[in-house]
C-alpha cells in the first residue's frame, strides 16, 4: 500500500522549542506539502517542495522552515515554538503538479 | 488566501437521502478536486474534475463544475452513516499548489 507517514500522531511541546515533524512518502512523488488545519480556517498552505532541496513558500510561512534533503522525506521545522502553532498538520504528496494529494494521517501539535 | 469555499458549513441528512454540497472559487482553474476527512484523520481523495469537464461521475458520487459560475458541487446519493465525514474542495489554478475551503461537515443520521 502506497502511503504518506508523518512521525507522530500528537506531540506537546513547550513554548520557545524547536520542533521537528517529519513526513515521509514511498512513491517516488516529486511534490510534497506542509498544510495546517484550524477548525474554522480549513487547510493553508505553510510550505511546498517540487524537488529535492527546493522549496516554496505557501499562504502562513512565517514562523516555520522546511528541509527536504531527500526525496522521500520532507521535514517541518518550527524554529521556536509559540502557542499559536497548535494546530493539526497535515503532510501530503503528490506525482504531478495540481494533481491529486495523498495526505498523512496529521499530527495534532499542542503547545504550551 | 482561500482560493475555495463550501457551502453549507454543516448538513444533517437521514440515511438514504442524497447529500448536496457546493464549493466556490475565485479565479481560474486547472482542475478541482474533492476530499473527504474523517475526524482527526488526514483527507482522502474522492474525485478530480478538469476545467474542460463538466461533469463526472464515481460510484455514488457525482460532481459537477461550472466555471462560467466559478462553482463545483458534489452529490452523494443514498448517503449512508458511513458518509459522515468533512468534505473539502481543493482548486488547482496556475501555482503548483491546491488550495481547499473550510469544509461542510456532514452528518448522516441512521
Known amino acids: 500500500d502506497v502511503k504518506v507517514t508523518q512521525s507522530s500522531r500528537y506531540l506537546v511541546k513547550r513554548t520557545g522549542e524547536k520542533v521537528f515533524l517529519e513526513c515521509v512518502q514511498d512513491m517516488d512523488h516529486e511534490n510534497m506539502f506542509w498544510y495546517r488545519q484550524d477548525p474554522g480556517l480549513g487547510l493553508r498552505l505553510i510550505y511546498f517542495?517540487?524537488?529535492?532541496?527546493?522549496?516554496e513558500k505557501g499562504d502562513i510561512p512565517e514562523g516555520y522552515s522546511v528541509s527536504r534533503e531527500k526525496k522521500e522525506r520532507f521535514s517541518l521545522i518550527l524554529e521556536s515554538a509559540s502557542t499559536n502553532q497548535t494546530s493539526m498538520y497535515l503532510c501530503?504528496?503528490?506525482?504531478?503538479?495540481?494533481?491529486?494529494?495523498?495526505f498523512g494521517s496529521g499530527t495534532q501539535l499542542s503547545v504550551l | 488566501s482561500q482560493q475555495g469555499e463550501e457551502d453549507p458549513q454543516a448538513l444533517s441528512i437521514q440515511e438514504g437521502e442524497n447529500a448536496t454540497m457546493n464549493c466556490s472559487y475565485k479565479t481560474s482553474i486547472n482542475n478541482l478536486q474533492w476530499y473527504r476527512q474523517n475526524s482527526g484523520r488526514g483527507l482522502v481523495h474522492l474525485i478530480l474534475?478538469?476545467?474542460?469537464?463538466r461533469e463526472k461521475h464515481s460510484g455514488r458520487l457525482r460532481v459537477t463544475l461550472d466555471t462560467s459560475k466559478k462553482s463545483s458541487s458534489l452529490l452523494i446519493t443514498a448517503s449512508r452513516a458511513a458518509d459522515t465525514a468533512s468534505y473539502f474542495c481543493?482548486?488547482?489554478?496556475?501555482?503548483?499548489?491546491?488550495?481547499f475551503g473550510s469544509g461542510t461537515q456532514l452528518t448522516v443520521l441512521p
Open positions: 517542495s517540487y524537488d529535492v532541496k527546493m522549496k
Open positions: 481543493g482548486s488547482s489554478g496556475s501555482a503548483r499548489q491546491l488550495t
Open positions: 501530503a504528496s503528490s506525482y504531478r503538479e495540481g494533481e491529486k494529494l495523498l
Open positions: 474534475i478538469r476545467s474542460n469537464e
